[in-house]
């Protein structure tokens, strides 16, 4: 069964757009993870926050979560045409063996 | 190697037959993880190996699907007489330690079944 939710299903933007995805869970988590797969590879980790952090940055990548709320956002600034992905959210709960529940993911559009 | 890496890349297997499908985790990762992806969903968690120990199965979706990892590094994901609906790609994913980490993922084995 998938845990998250991610909104929108899909997104289409310009480039030098940002876009924003969120992403909704349900059980008490160790930590939320994003993850871009680009059509017909792999999954490609983004970034990781913590069940005690509230936002974190990496690049042009901003990641908030709220646990009360059992929401995240991912928001990528300044986009690029090689942006263009399937994001997916995971969320790694706290009982367990760190196993990865994942939505079914935001389809990213950026249109040079 | 640097990342994960899977084989086949792509697999097309008359229904009934049996597949196996090969994960070779990064070096030294203590944890190994596989997971099925069906088409425009996102991947659903199969099977955990902690070194050579598979601590939980909870996802394999019958006793049709059976995963080892015998010496703790390289894993096969073996399905016996598949079905239509195990068509799928099947992800491997291997972290450091048995903490919670991030997951490094292979590029996948797409397999068709006819």
């Known amino acids: 069964s998938q845990q998250g939710e991610e909104d929108p299903q899909a997104l289409s933007i310009q480039e030098g757009e940002n876009a924003t995805m969120n992403c909704s869970y349900k059980?008490?988590?160790?930590?939320l993870q994003w993850y871009r797969q680009n059509s017909g590879r792999g999954l490609v980790h983004l970034i990781l926050i913590r069940s005690n952090e509230r936002e974190k940055h990496s690049g042009r990548l901003r990641v908030t979560l709220d646990t009360s709320k059992k929401s995240s956002s991912l928001l990528i600034t300044a986009s690029r045409a090689a942006d263009t992905a399937s994001y997916f959210c995971?969320?790694?709960?706290?009982?367990?063996?760190?196993?990865?529940?994942f939505g079914k993911g935001t389809m990213l559009l950026v249109s040079p | 190697g640097a990342g994960v890496s899977q084989s086949p890349r792509y697999k097309v297997a008359k229904r009934g037959q049996d597949v196996a499908l090969r994960c070779d985790p990064i070096?030294?990762?203590?944890?190994l993880f596989w997971y099925q992806q069906a088409l425009g969903q996102g991947p659903e968690f199969l099977t955990y190996?902690?070194?050579?120990?598979?601590?939980?199965k909870s996802g394999l979706p019958s006793d049709r699907f059976f995963a080892e990892r015998p010496e703790g590094s390289v894993s096969t994901l073996k399905i016996q007489r598949t079905q239509q609906e195990d068509s799928a790609v099947y992800l491997c994913?291997?972290?450091?330690?048995?903490?919670?980490?991030?997951?490094?993922f292979g590029p996948g084995t797409r397999l068709t079944v006819l």
């Open positions: 059980t008490s988590i160790n930590n």
């Open positions: 994913a291997s972290s450091f330690s048995s903490s919670h980490n991030e997951q490094f």
């Open positions: 190996f902690q070194n050579e120990a598979q601590l939980d």
């Open positions: 070096s030294g990762h203590v944890s």
């Open positions: 995971a969320t790694d709960e706290e009982s367990g063996y760190s196993t990865l529940t």
